[in-house]
Nanobody, 111 residues
Framework: QVQVVESGGGLVQPGGSLRLSCVAS???????MTWHRQAPGKEREMVAR????????IYADSVKGRFTLSRDNGENTMYLQMNNLKPEDTAVYYC?????WGQGTHVTVAS
């Protein structure tokens, strides 16, 4: 049974940082991992993705230069380091692994 679990969200002031984690279990092959977010009243959008075999990351323009994606293949874990957070980054952040969604983790950026 596959499972995708996100963690690390919370409340942070503008300019602050958070690190999100996504742990994938039950998968039997290599896979593409992506982070998405959905702000209130808006559609879900892709934030960043990382694949194989190069493990190169691709970012949405809105987060480029502020967010960094990495993955630990040995631990089946993907991390999203978010720096210089802005109020417009407020959203529920979801991890997708080979088409399977996690439950999401809330990120709120406010003073």
């Amino acid at each position: 049974q596959v499972q995708v679990v996100e963690s690390g969200g919370g409340l942070v002031q503008p300019g602050g940082s958070l690190r999100l984690s996504c742990v994938a279990s039950g998968f039997t092959s290599m896979y593409l991992m992506t982070w998405h977010r959905q702000a209130p009243g808006k559609e879900r959008e892709m934030v960043a993705r990382i694949g194989i075999p190069s493990n190169g990351a691709i970012y949405a323009d809105s987060v480029k230069g502020r967010f960094t994606l990495s993955r630990d293949n040995g631990e089946n874990t993907m991390y999203l380091q978010m720096n210089n957070l802005k109020p417009e980054d407020t959203a529920v952040y979801y991890c997708n692994v080979a088409g399977h969604w996690g439950q999401g983790t809330h990120v709120t950026v406010a003073s």
